[in-house]
């Protein structure tokens, strides 16, 4: 980028298209897991190198040994030409390989400056000069096109805020090999627009992108050529002119999955959830509601989607109903019964769950299992006093598993072993486990692969079969022609629209405010308040 880019930057672009980094016959095992079976992958200089693959066919693994984060288990890295191992993530840093995470690795309670900089700060004669790392940071956020002071915490910026830091952090060390895993999960359309102009920039200078993505569609319009992984062992490679859709998803998961279509055959039941007259206001105090006077009816059995841009309150007032949030105004009745007074927990037992968009800061406990994980919201089912049933939450857990479908070793397994996909498995089975009548999941698509997206909304479609009622908000509108039987179009705090399964989704955006291209219909960018 122009603001970091130095005189060696600017000379990178010879001999584009050469393969600069290779990995050789790369594996890697976790006991008697093989995440990778001996993969050859190439990284070519000036160019977007796209790698698919379902969660845990190994991708962020491949990706963590080329970073050095992590080693391998046998096979070498060859980088220029010369065979080369990585000690560390900052071995790689200074050799020219940096990563941008899937799961962000912010210090929260960091401002943004520091985070920028943290561990390789700007040294003047008195200490470090937090001036010049304060204004490197600004260049950063005005070439990333964002409106973040850097003395922001960290903590108080929303999530695609914080991905777009990390995002900064990785660009202002002038890397030859940039790898994004899953950069774009939390970003809005413009944020996403933005960031492909930063990748083209980048790769016009000599600048080589790995670049992993759930969004398919997305991923087209910036790679060069494309590599398929499938539990361990890369199944595809071709050059973009001979890949579409199709090829992807028949490489990656053998057919062509869609993500099923609204539950038939049923009649829905009474109204299970009612919002009356819900008002948020905004968190930091200007005096607006991000939700506004907002009524809603979801009847048991009924699949809701809440569409809407950054900005539409979606997120608000998911968490509103779920009791993270405190309305100014209006109530939450659920089966008649004003829940609006309960607390999180007593909601639970009420039948109300909710399954977060940020899953590593509220859906998970990283220190525990897999199976603890799982089972923590019920733990009270087989709780009796200071004793815990072990054979009653083992085969909750068991149970859990194999209902989601979380590709684990096992209940005992480290939630952190597990793909990301995968730990979104379990926070919709730690959900599912209470037994809910009323479940609300934000965004819960997010980070997961085509197959496991569908796995998810089968799963779904066929709980609201059994009587329960889902409200599931997204910001990807291919997701609302899915299994919802009702599409509420969310904008500026207020629905703009409803619409039947029949809708198109030209239709959807247009209620948003939002046009083909991504943009509002005033031809500005869509608002980026909060998510």
Known sequence: MSAVADSTARTMSEGHGTVVMEARNIAKSYGSIHALKGVNFEIRRGQV?????????GKSTLMKILSGVVQPTSGEIVLDGQPVSFASSSHARDSGVSIIHQELSLALNMNVRDNIFMGREIMGPTGVNYAEEERQTRLLMEELEED???????????????QIVEIARALSVNSRILIMDEPTSALSASEVEVLFKVIRD?????????????????ALQITHHAVVLRDGTMTAYAPRADIDLEWIVRNMVGENFDLGAPPTGYAFGPVALSIENLSVPDASGAGYSVVDTLSLDVRAGEVVCIYGLMGAGRTELLECVAGRLQPSSGRVMLH???VSSLSIAQRIDNGLVLVPE????????Q?????????LASIGAFTRGIFTSRRSEAGLVTDAIAKVHIKTAGG??????????NQQKVVIGKMLATNPEVMLLDEPSRGIDIGAKSEVFKL??????????VIYSTSEVGECLSIAHRIVVMRRGRISAEFGSDVTKESIMAASGEKAGGHGSDGHAPETRTH
């Open 460 to 469: 779904l479609a066929e709980r609201a079969r059994q009587g329960l009622a």
């Open 49 to 57: 190198t796209t790698l698919f693959g379902e969660n845990g066919a």
């Open 202 to 218: 980048l790769t016009a200078r000599g600048v080589s992108i790995v670049y992993i993505s759930h969004h398919l569609e997305e």
């Open 412 to 421: 005992a397994a480290p939630i952190g072993s597990l793909s990301g996909g």
């Open 148 to 162: 973040i002071d850097p003395l922001t915490p960290v903590e108080a910026l929303r999530l695609g805020q914080q």
């Open 358 to 365: 940020d899953r590593q800061r509220d859906g998970l406990v």
């Open 336 to 338: 008649g019964q004003d």
């Open 367 to 375: 220190t525990m299992t897999v199976g603890s994980n799982l089972s």
